[in-house]
């Protein structure tokens, strides 16, 4: 499958990106996977990917989600267009 997405980041994004790589430099991988992910299938149509469509969220606020490992990454779509608004590390309380 050809990407035919584009992405693009907001500057909030960038510099919460930056933040967690000073103290988690493997985020660099995961977001250069997320970025690929993004490009051929931001809405999951195929159901392989951890994404999610999160509920009672606006658009421009990051509908939806893709987790790897323990960074989250929300995004919102806009046509052809994949908009990464938020990056974050998971609390490891989160799930006990």
């Known amino acids: 499958m050809q990407a035919s ?4 980041v907001t500057r909030s994004f960038e510099k ?3 933040k967690l790589v000073r103290r988690h430099n493997e985020v ?7 970025i690929g992910v993004l490009k051929k299938d931001p809405y999951n149509s195929s159901r392989a990917y951890p994404i999610l469509k999160l509920e009672g969220i606006p658009a421009g606020e990051g509908q939806y989600r893709i987790r790897y ?10 046509g052809k267009i994949v908009y990464l608004k938020y990056c974050s590390l998971r609390s490891e309380k989160t799930y006990r």
């Open 5 to 8: 997405y584009s992405v693009e």
């Open 16 to 18: 919460e990106l930056r």
């Open 28 to 34: 660099k991988d995961h977001y250069n996977t997320v």
């Open 69 to 78: 490992e323990h960074f989250r990454f929300r995004y919102d779509i806009h």
